[in-house]
C-alpha cells in the first residue's frame, strides 16, 4: 500500500490512529525530555554511577547508528544518509500500520514504539547532527554501547513486532 494511500485511511478513519499519535507522542516526549534533561544537567563524557559496577548516566554523542556504526564518514554524506533512511522506515511503519487489523495491539503497539523511537533519534539528528545517548550498562570493564529512551523503544518494538509475528504467522506485509 503506498503512502498516500495509507495517508488517506488516516484521514477516513481518524480514532483508529489516535493509538498511534499516543504512543509515538508519549515515545518522542519522554526521549527528548530525558535527553534534554541530561543536557542540561552534565557535561559532554560526564558519569554518574547508578548502580555501581552495573549502570551510569553518561552522556555522549553518537554520530553514527547504533554501535557507533558510519561514525567516522563525513557530515553531510552521514547526515544524508540516515535521515533518508528514517524517513523511509517510517514511511513503511506508518503503511505497515495501516495494514494491521485494528484488533492487533500488539502488533500495533509495536509498530507505534519503533515509529516514536525513530521520530527521537531523527529530531536529534536533525537538530544536532548525532545524537544524545546517556544509558550506560555495563559489568566490570565490558560496556553496552550507551543509548537512550529513543533506541530502547525501538529494541522493544521489534522484539514486540517479532513475538507478534510469530503469533500471528498468517500476517501478510
Do not use: C
Not at 558510519?70 to 533512511?85: Q, W
Not at 525513530?118 to 537538530?127: E, I, M, P, S, V
Amino acid at each position: 500500500m503506498p503512502l498516500k494511500t495509507a495517508l488517506k485511511t488516516i484521514a477516513e478513519e481518524p480514532r483508529r490512529y489516535l493509538f498511534l499519535a499516543g504512543v509515538v507522542g508519549t515515545v518522542f516526549v519522554v526521549d527528548q525530555v530525558t535527553k534534554a534533561l541530561i543536557q542540561r544537567t552534565m557535561r559532554l563524557h560526564e558519569s554518574i554511577p547508578i548502580i555501581d559496577r552495573l549502570f551510569s548516566l553518561t552522556y555522549i554523542r553518537n554520530a553514527g547508528a547504533a554501535f557507533g556504526i558510519f561514525a567516522e564518514h563525513g557530515n553531510g554524506l552521514r547526515m544524508a544518509f540516515f535521515v533518508t533512511i528514517s524517513v523511509v522506515a517510517i514511511s513503511f511503519l506508518l503503511t505497515f500500520f495501516v495494514k494491521i487489523p485494528k484488533e492487533a495491539r500488539l502488533g500495533r503497539l509495536s509498530v507505534a514504539m519503533v515509529m516514536g523511537g525513530a521520530f527521537g533519534n531523527l529530531a536529534d539528528r536533525l537538530r544536532f547532527g548525532e545524537v544524545v545517548d546517556f544509558l550506560d550498562f555495563y559489568i566490570g570493564s565490558y560496556h553496552w554501547p550507551a543509548f537512550n529512551v529513543a533506541d530502547s523503544s525501538i529494541s522493544i518494538g521489534v522484539a514486540l513486532l517479532i513475538w507478534y509475528f510469530i503469533r500471528t504467522p498468517s500476517v501478510h506485509v
